[in-house]
């Protein structure tokens, strides 16, 4: 799951336990068998989480998936470390690229396509397990708390996406902000974010007592400390107890 690590092994720097299962095994199989499963994983993951830009292939004519039988993603194989968010972000890079590029065709016939997109983008990196964040003596928001602006209500017509249709459904053209949290058991949900959440998470630092935050933006004490717990709670807000599991996420 590791290519450089497995690169390096098969090379000749494994020592140890590891050489001696090394000496024994077909050293070309098991590479390609670790490319065998990066691809699958990237697969799964691209299939789900890209799912509604999938269902709309056959209109767009991109379908999403197709970017890891491509030989930018075979050049990238090498330097990837499943789960790691770094590296799910190359992917990711590589995958917007393909959606993206001499899309105009596309956006013409699907006008929130980018929406769509960096929507979808977000789920994609929330799967993979973050880094460790360092905590203050007071809550923070969590890295991986995301927060997007759309241009479109893109909630009302995603159920919509996955069902047949004749003609392509369209989304209310309204102002929408959503807020993606990673909980600790890598569950992602994502809500409607109102301007006193997000003028909140913009707040916390780690280094505010939750008393400081509430006089500074005039909000009940009480009444935040609630909202303080079901962010935690949602993986939106982290603590000096709080912590991020590697385990996989979902819709």
């Known amino acids: 799951a590791d290519a450089p690590f497995r690169a390096a092994a098969l090379a000749g720097a494994a020592q140890g336990d590891l050489a001696t299962v090394l000496s024994r095994v077909d050293r070309e199989g098991l590479d390609r068998f670790g490319r065998f499963l990066c691809r699958h994983y990237?697969?799964?993951?691209?299939?789900?989480?890209?799912?509604?830009?999938?269902?709309?292939?056959?209109?767009?004519?991109?379908?999403?998936?197709?970017?890891?039988?491509?030989?930018?993603?075979?050049?990238?194989m090498p330097h990837l470390v499943l789960g790691e968010r770094a590296s799910a972000q190359r992917v990711l890079d590589l995958l917007q690229r393909h959606l993206n590029e001499t899309a105009e065709p596309i956006r013409a016939a699907v006008p929130y396509w980018d929406v769509l997109i960096a929507y979808q983008s977000i789920f994609f990196l929330s799967d993979a397990h973050p880094p460790p964040q360092e905590t203050g003596p007071y809550p923070a928001r969590a890295q991986t708390a995301a927060i997007l602006e759309l241009s479109w209500n893109l909630p009302a017509v995603l159920p919509l996406l996955l069902r047949p249709f004749r003609e392509l459904p369209l989304p209310p053209q309204q102002a929408t902000r959503l807020l993606f949290a990673r909980s600790e058991h890598g569950e992602v949900t994502v809500l409607r974010c109102p301007d006193t959440v997000r003028d909140l998470l913009e707040s916390l630092t780690g280094r505010e007592d939750p008393a400081q935050v509430a006089a500074r933006l005039g909000l009940d004490p009480q009444a935040l400390g609630k909202t303080l717990e079901r962010l935690e709670q949602l993986g939106a807000v982290i603590t000096r107890e709080s912590f991020s599991a590697s385990h996989v996420g979902s819709e």
């Open 42 to 76: 990237y697969r799964e993951r691209v299939v789900h989480y890209f799912k509604y830009s999938r269902a709309l292939a056959p209109l767009t004519g991109r379908a999403p998936e197709a970017v890891l039988k491509t030989p930018e993603f075979n050049a990238l």
